[in-house]
C-alpha cells in the first residue's frame, strides 16, 4: 500500500511540475475557467436581484452551492484528472500502460492526468466561501469536510459511468452526458427541482448529494443527513472500485506500447 501511494504521489508532484513549467497555459486555463464561473455567478446575482427567494433560497445559499461544487468538482479536474475518461482509456485500450503498474491500477489512471483549468473552478469555489460562508472554525472544517464527501460522490460517479467502456463498445458519450448531468444538475439550486427529477438527484444522477445535501448542511448542522452523505460516499466508492475490478477482468487488451515520459 504504501508503495502504491509513493507512486500515486509521484505522478502528482510531475502534474504540478509540469504546471509550474508551463505557467502561461497553467494561468490561461485557470483564469479562463475562474472568469467563465464567474459569468454565470453574475446571471444568477442579476436574477436574485429581481427575485430574491426561489423556493426558501437566497443568493447566499446559492453562492454556498457554488463553494461546494465548484471547489469539489474543480478538485477532481485538478488531482484525479482521468476520472471522466475512463470511458475513453478502456475503450481506446490505453488501459494497457496501467496493468503493468504496481497496484492499485484504478489509483494510478485516476491520477495520472491534471485538469489545470480545474484550479480556475477551485478559486472560485474558495472566493465564493470567503465571500457568503459561515466563518467560524467549526463551520470551515464542516465545509472542508463537505466538500471532500462531495469530491468523493463525484469521482466515483464518474468512474462508474466511466466503467460502462468494459461492457459498452462505445460507451464515451453516454458516460460523458451522464457525468455533464450530473454537474449541471448540481450547480443550480435545489429548490427548483420537484417531482420525479428531484427523484433522479438522489438515486440515479447523485447531484442533491455532491452540493445539495452539503448546503443544507451548512445552512443548518444535522448529523442524521451528514451521515447519511458518509455513506453514499463510502457506498459510490465501493460501487466504483468493485466495477473497475470486475471491468478489468473481462478488459481486451488494446495491444498498445505506450512509452511514457
Known amino acids: 500500500m504504501r508503495s502504491v501511494l509513493a507512486f500515486s504521489a509521484t505522478y502528482l508532484r510531475i ?4 504546471a509550474l513549467e508551463y505557467r502561461l497555459a497553467f494561468v490561461v486555463q485557470a483564469l479562463g475557467m475562474l472568469l467563465n464561473d464567474v459569468a454565470f455567478a453574475i446571471f444568477w446575482v442579476l436574477y436574485f436581484a429581481r427575485f430574491p427567494n426561489v423556493g426558501g433560497w437566497s443568493v447566499r445559499d446559492l453562492a454556498l452551492l457554488w463553494a461546494v461544487g465548484a471547489v469539489s468538482i474543480g478538485l477532481s479536474a485538478a488531482l484525479f484528472g482521468n476520472c471522466t475518461r475512463i470511458a ?10 496501467y496493468l503493468g503498474l504496481p497496484k492499485n491500477t484504478l489509483l494510478h489512471v485516476l491520477v495520472s492526468r491534471s485538469g489545470l483549468a480545474g484550479w480556475g473552478d477551485v478559486a472560485f469555489g474558495v472566493l465564493a466561501f470567503v465571500l457568503f460562508g459561515p466563518h ?16 468523493t460522490v463525484f469521482v466515483a460517479f464518474s468512474v462508474l459511468t466511466g466503467c460502462l467502456g468494459f461492457w459498452i463498445g462505445n460507451a464515451e458519450q453516454t458516460a460523458y452526458q451522464a457525468q455533464q448531468a450530473t454537474i449541471n444538475f448540481s450547480l443550480y439550486p435545489g429548490a427548483i427541482f420537484q417531482g420525479w427529477i428531484r427523484v433522479l438527484m438522489f438515486t440515479a444522477i447523485p447531484a442533491g448529494f455532491i452540493t445539495h445535501v452539503p448546503v443544507e448542511l451548512l445552512r443548518a448542522f444535522d448529523i442524521r443527513w451528514f451521515l447519511a452523505l458518509a455513506a453514499v460516499a463510502a457506498l459510490m466508492v465501493a460501487l466504483a ?4 475490478q470486475v ?15
Open 15 to 18: 502534474n504540478l511540475l509540469a
Open 88 to 97: 475513453t482509456i478502456v475503450v481506446q485500450g490505453q488501459l494497457d500502460y
Open 136 to 151: 467560524e472554525p467549526g463551520s470551515i472544517l464542516l465545509y472542508v469536510a463537505l466538500v471532500l464527501l462531495s469530491l
Open 241 to 244: 472500485i468493485g466495477a473497475f
Open 247 to 261: 471491468g478489468v477482468r473481462r478488459y481486451e487488451s488494446g495491444n498498445l506500447v505506450v512509452m511514457r515520459g
